[in-house]
């Protein structure tokens, strides 16, 4: 992955869950006078389109609240807020002149997206040289590391490193390192797994996902009895590839970095060829799709979804999902966990005030202090950044770790966790 940054450089507190509440309750409808650009950038079509379109619809749904409300405050203005958004097709010759069009032509400084490490590490460039933060739902950990900065003297043949920067991205959901141990441990104690096999897309998200999937399984004990077996993008046939993985008998499959429009092929496939144990992901799914493409074959799959279920909702929440709703058509659990970006940026510029819509500096020095209540749960839990323990600095949101099952059509919940910090 150090390979794809080189290669991107190449081709380019508590105090604040008040401003927050002010900032959407305390201005009548149609009080905003001034305009915040958000920017979404994301796959939008394709396998993965859902993944992009939930990040889309999720921001538009919060920005309606908000302007409902007449806009969000910050300092002594309200601002409604405007989303601009674009496809860039999980291809990195779309995301660049994507975040190019954000960033240099629209004047945004706030970019939601995009989807996975390949799009997300091409356009650090931009967004580093134009002074903008993404919250993104990429899962390489450089991205969210502090990085080397190197210097060559005139006396020295190779660099030496003079310190370190920060980036400008930050982690906006669970990454599947974070659920997959936790996927792992639940099926060990309630299923009695024991040998798990991977498989995956032949790109470096999903590739990474699996070799981080298979430190994990071998750290609790599973035996990993095939982790080689992988498709190429754009295949509709998956049973020479599922054929493969099953004949080591694995009592778990694990679809690693798996895109929506492919997992319930992935499983139909598996399940025609008789495989009768655990299916599973640590990425969030669409359940139309997977009722649509794999039926009752799906029922018992196990993926990362959204704190939305009916019984932990809080009203704020079932204001969103009638929100996301009407502008999607329909609902979709994942939107769920996407619903924190945009929450989560404008409490950040709230609590750093007035400078930060231009300087993301500003933005960045109001991270470590920041704690709003959890809107979306009926549970009084705190929102905050954390990251310490994966990235050496605060730079993921504290979403909720929600792990579901598709069962008779739906996600139920089967458990949550917390990320650590």
Not at 379 to 401: A, D, H, M, N, W
């Amino acid at each position: 992955m150090t390979t794809l940054l080189q290669s991107a450089s190449r081709t380019l507190g508590i105090a604040a869950a008040a401003l927050l509440c002010a900032g959407i309750a305390a201005a009548p409808a149609g009080a905003a006078d001034k305009v915040l650009k958000i920017g979404v950038l994301g796959t939008m079509s394709g396998p993965a389109a859902s993944w992009g379109l939930v990040s889309k619809y999720a921001a538009e749904a919060t920005a309606q609240m908000y302007n409902d409300k007449g806009g969000v405050r910050i300092g002594d203005d309200h601002y409604r807020i405007q989303i601009v958004a674009i496809d860039d097709r999980l291809d990195t010759r779309f995301a660049i002149p994507g975040a190019e069009r954000l960033t240099r032509k629209e004047g945004i400084k706030y970019i939601i997206g995009p989807n996975v490490d390949t799009t997300a590490v091409a356009i650090l460039p931009i967004l580093e040289s134009a002074g903008a933060v993404n919250v993104t739902y990429a899962f390489w950990k450089g991205l969210y590391s502090p990085r080397a900065v190197s210097m060559v003297p005139s006396f020295q043949s190779g660099p030496l490193i003079s310190g370190y920067e920060e980036g400008n991205s930050i982690l906006g959901m669970a990454a599947s390192y974070q659920v997959a141990p936790l996927i792992f441990k639940h099926l060990i104690d309630k299923h009695g797994i024991k040998t798990v096999g991977f498989v995956a897309r032949n790109e470096s998200d999903p590739l990474n996902q699996r070799n981080e999937g298979v430190r994990a399984a071998k750290q609790l004990g599973l035996q990993v009895v095939s982790a080689d077996e992988t498709y190429e993008p754009g295949a509709t046939d998956f049973k020479p590839v599922m054929s493969a993985v099953i004949k080591d008998k694995p009592d778990l499959i694990m679809l690693s970095g798996v895109a929506p429009g492919d997992a319930p092929l992935l499983i139909k496939a598996a399940r025609e060829l008789g495989f009768k144990g655990q299916l599973s992901t640590a990425t969030a799914q669409d359940a139309k799709l997977l009722r649509e493409g794999a039926g009752t074959a799906a029922d018992g799959f196990i993926s990362v979804g959204g704190g939305s279920a009916p019984e932990v909702r809080s009203p704020y929440m079932e204001e969103f999902i009638q929100h996301y709703t009407k502008l999607a058509g329909g609902w979709n659990d994942e939107a769920g966990t996407k619903a924190y970006a945009l929450e989560m940026i404008l409490a950040t510029l709230q609590a750093a005030g007035p400078k930060a819509l231009n300087d993301v500096e500003e933005f960045k020095k109001a991270i470590p202090g920041l704690a709003i209540p959890n809107p979306f749960l009926k549970e009084k839990t705190t929102l905050r950044y954390v990251g310490k323990s994966y990235f050496g600095r605060q730079r993921q949101i504290g979403v909720p770790i929600v792990v579901k099952e598709f069962r008779d059509g739906d996600f139920r919940t089967l458990f949550t966790g917390a990320i650590p910090d």
